[in-house]
């Protein structure tokens, strides 16, 4: 395929996910064609998208001898032990390893999870400080005197709050008047608005309807619940980002509620993240597999169509048009029938890539 050495971070004898720095060494090649695959409004078992898709892609390279890549969406593990089961082809055009394809994999879904809890997570941690402390005691916590000239210091995360609230980002620490450290210091959030559910990437139903808070030191119970762990948020941010730079600022950008005065709370006000993408830092890296006919496969990212835009990674399609050149063919498949996921494709994926079929 034209890889090399440092370009590929193996994970066991079958599976292994390819550097994005391979973009930068290609960023002169031409890209290869883009076939996309759809279908009808498919059946609770699925309607043969991926059979298709993979098919296709044994005909171009084991039997056409043309260049070709399949890229597809990683499968959640829930509806793989549920009653639709696994989702790497059929017969034949099937993906392999067809059960560390369908499962654990490189652990891109889990790196998704625990990103996604650690920012849920720390929407109520910061409830319940701002619920027992005055202003004053939480601005020292978060912008604490350094031990070498007793200064504050903000990092660049809070400089973003700083400019949101219209004060100078450079402004010093002690200079804030007591008023705008209690808008600094205090989200406010509403919790009728939190948007941002912890996620599991198995189907528990038990987990979809819950009440948090309920330990003796806490302060305010609430109702909340799990989603599916590619129903996150941080998935569609994953399958939408195009290098760590712009998966940090997506991140970061991510409302998650709003303030008791409609003021939009992102991650970043929360400032986690970037902790939330050094979580995800590797799961940016598309995974190779292969075809039963030895084809190769970049198995990356997997948002639903009805609840994101339903298509693979932007970064997982740039990588194979690229390797695969000018007399090469790149198929990837739109999740869900040609009124979700082709149209998301089209409407989402294209527009943020640049790329179009």
Known sequence: MGLAQEEIHYYGRYKAKVDLCVLDRLKDAPNGKYVVVTGVTPTPL????????????????????????????????????????????????????????????TGD??????????????????????????????????????????????????KKRLAKLGIDPEIDGDSLTAEQKGAFARLDIDPDTIITRRVVDVNDRALRGITIGKGENEKAPRETGFDIAVASEAMAILALAQDLPDLRDRLGRAVVASSKNGDAITADDLGVGGAMTVLMKDALMPTLLQTLEGTPVFVHAGPFANIAHGNSSIVADKVALKMVGPEGFVITEAGFGADVGFEKFCDIKCRSSGLHP
Do not use: W
Request: aromatic share 8%.
């Open 109 to 158: 879904l889990h790196a998704v999870a625990i990103a996604n809890n650690l920012l849920a997570a720390a929407i109520d941690t910061r409830m319940f400080h701002e619920s027992t402390q005055k202003d004053e005691a939480l601005f020292d916590r978060l912008v604490p005197r350094d031990s070498a000239g007793g200064k504050r210091r903000f990092a660049p995360v809070m």
């Open 46 to 105: 699925g309607e043969g998208k991926t059979t298709t898709t993979v098919g296709l892609s044994q005909a171009f390279g084991k039997h056409l001898g043309c260049p070709v890549f399949t890229c597809v969406r990683q499968p959640s593990m829930g509806p793989t032990f549920g009653m639709k089961g696994g989702a790497a082809g059929g017969g034949y055009s099937q993906i392999i390893p067809m059960e560390e394809f369908n499962l654990h994999l």
